[in-house]
């Protein structure tokens, strides 16, 4: 084994077994190791239901900003608990990025990353010998879809990615573009107050640009084209909006989506919401349930995203 991948062990939560030279494992569980910096820490979750097999199913999730040491991130919202329930096979791996959702800024450390974590599972779970990754699923949160979108590019033709959770995470470079006001179906800068009485909240389109040629040439090469055009390329995408600032982002996705009538992966889940249309542009969302809110949608969503995940057995 080479020595560069010898990660001091911070924690094992599981069944604790040791291997003849006293190195301490578990065959099941939560992995928590030091690694080089900038990660700092990483967590790597093997589900209840996890069998040793030559090849794995892999969810690899990055966080949003800002975001507690990642085993406390994960303990606090029952990451553990939500996986180990899911009934299905898979190893999750989730890095402790920077402040800002920083992650590795190549795809030689990248995937280098990727080896590092199959390998801990040599040093600290059931292998001998590290495994290869059968299917790869990214999942991400606010921020973390920054590192998410630069992983497709990075694992592509590495490792065999199948499906991306964007759990409010269409962020990117400069402000989103809106869609006309007859095209436009959502936008958050027109929030109004709370309807106490019926617990909702309306938004208001409020177009930024003129004619739909005008949004199209203008949302060329944003954040969402980038996803759409994955969907279209075989990329299974779930989207999810929580009431967070992609909303814009969000609804461009879905416009580009119904404005190609070609078959796409794209699956947007923002069921919270009483979906508007171009000749009635509000938009209604229910208050305050756990899947409309910023923070807590992971753990709100994480069980759906697992259970409807085909990739994953």
Request: aromatic share 10%; charged share 20%; net charge neutral.
């Amino acid at each position: 084994m080479a020595e560069q991948f010898k990660l001091p062990l911070l924690d094992l939560i599981g069944t604790i077994n040791h291997r003849d030279d006293g190195t301490p494992f578990i065959e099941k569980g939560q992995i928590l190791v030091k690694d080089p910096a900038p990660l700092v820490k990483s967590a790597m979750i093997l589900s209840s239901n996890f069998v040793k097999a030559d090849k794995i199913n892999v969810v690899l999730y990055y966080h949003g900003y800002g975001a507690p040491p990642i085993n406390e991130y994960l303990a606090t919202r029952g990451f553990k608990k939500i996986i180990d329930g899911s009934g299905k096979n898979f190893v999750f791996i989730a890095p402790q990025l920077g402040s800002k959702s920083e992650f590795l800024t190549s795809k030689a450390e990248a995937v280098d990353y990727v080896n590092r974590m199959l390998d801990m599972l040599v040093q600290y779970g059931p292998y001998t010998t590290a495994p290869k990754i059968s299917q790869l699923v990214l999942a991400a949160h606010s921020g973390g879809g920054v590192p998410m979108l630069n992983s497709t590019g990075w694992f592509k033709g590495v490792f065999p990615m199948v499906e991306a959770w964007a759990l409010d995470c269409m962020y990117g470079a400069g402000d989103p573009v809106g869609a006309p006001k007859k095209e436009h179906l959502y936008e958050p800068d027109g929030r109004n107050v709370t309807n106490k009485a019926t617990n909702t909240t309306t938004y208001v389109a409020t177009p930024t640009t003129s004619s739909l040629s005008e949004w199209r040439k203008k949302v060329s090469g944003s954040v969402e084209e980038q996803w759409y055009l994955l969907s279209k390329g075989g990329l299974s995408v779930k989207v999810f909006w929580g009431n967070g600032g992609t909303l814009t982002r969000t609804a461009n996705l879905d416009l580009l989506d119904h404005l190609d009538q070609t078959s796409c992966n794209l699956d947007l889940r923002p069921e919270f919401y009483k979906c508007p249309t171009p000749e009635n542009p509000v938009l209604i969302v229910p208050t305050p349930i756990p899947r409309s809110q910023h923070d807590p949608l992971p753990q709100t969503v994480l069980a759906e995203c697992i259970k409807d995940c085909s990739f994953l057995k």
